[in-house]
């Protein structure tokens, strides 16, 4: 089955400590992104990739880092958690080589960090 | 910043009525998407407009777009229960087609 699967789905943590979520798709897309989504804001980007080892900043990407060792994941590191990284993640693919196409969404992962 | 805003934020109808939301943006875009999420779940692509089209339809789901103005309509007809959700639009940027933005989202409760 064609899928995006995110890693844990529900995560507490305490402030500072390391922690990574994963997300793999297997429909060999190019693109991947991960996305946070907080009430009354919707879905902001906060980091994407177009390839193994190219990434780009979203529109949020302060306090994380990602790499794209491969071509099928994608993990957000969170390298110190703080309070206001508390929000619901999403990683999503696309297949690239046209921008006319349809993203493809994980379940999500709700994190809160105490 | 938010480059899709939905209006209205919410909207509760009654089976059988139709439900339309509007999206504004602010920049020049690809193309533009609408999703939707059942309560903070993964979101589900529904439809997508391309820049140089104006009208659309898919099934009970109907969208427009307006470059000149900026801003697109979906338009649910014969709404049901299922159909209660949130709904977002996305915006590809011409600038790279990597960086999607979405709206607030409008969130629709049909009740039976």
């Known amino acids: 089955e064609a899928q995006v699967t995110q890693n844990p789905r529900y995560l507490i943590t305490v402030t500072g400590k390391k922690l990574t979520v994963t997300c793999s798709q297997n429909?060999?897309?190019?693109?991947m992104s991960w996305y946070r989504q907080d009430p009354g804001l919707g879905l902001r980007q906060i980091y994407y990739s177009m390839n193994v080892e190219v990434t780009d900043k979203g529109d949020v990407p302060e306090g994380y880092k990602v790499s794209r060792k491969e071509k099928r994941n994608f993990p957000l590191i969170l390298e110190s958690p703080s309070p206001n990284q508390t929000s619901l993640y999403f990683c999503a693919s696309t297949p690239g080589g046209s921008p006319n196409t349809e993203a493809f969404f994980g379940q999500g992962t709700r994190l809160t960090v105490v | 910043s938010q480059q899709g805003e939905e209006d209205p934020q919410a909207l509760s109808i009654q089976e059988g009525e139709n439900a339309t939301m509007n999206c504004s943006y602010k920049?020049?875009?690809?193309?533009l998407q609408w999703y939707r999420q059942n309560s903070g779940r993964g979101l589900v692509h529904l439809i997508l407009?391309?820049?140089?089209?104006r009208e659309k339809h898919s099934g009970r789901l109907r969208v427009t777009l307006d470059t000149s103005k900026k801003s697109s309509s979906l338009l649910i007809t014969a709404s049901r229960a299922a159909d209660t959700a949130s709904y977002f639009c996305a915006t590809l940027s011409t600038d790279s087609w990597g960086k999607f933005q979405f709206g607030a989202g409008t969130q629709v409760v049909v009740t039976p």
């Open positions: 407009i391309r820049s140089n089209e």
């Open positions: 429909m060999n897309h190019e693109y």
């Open positions: 920049t020049s875009i690809n193309n």
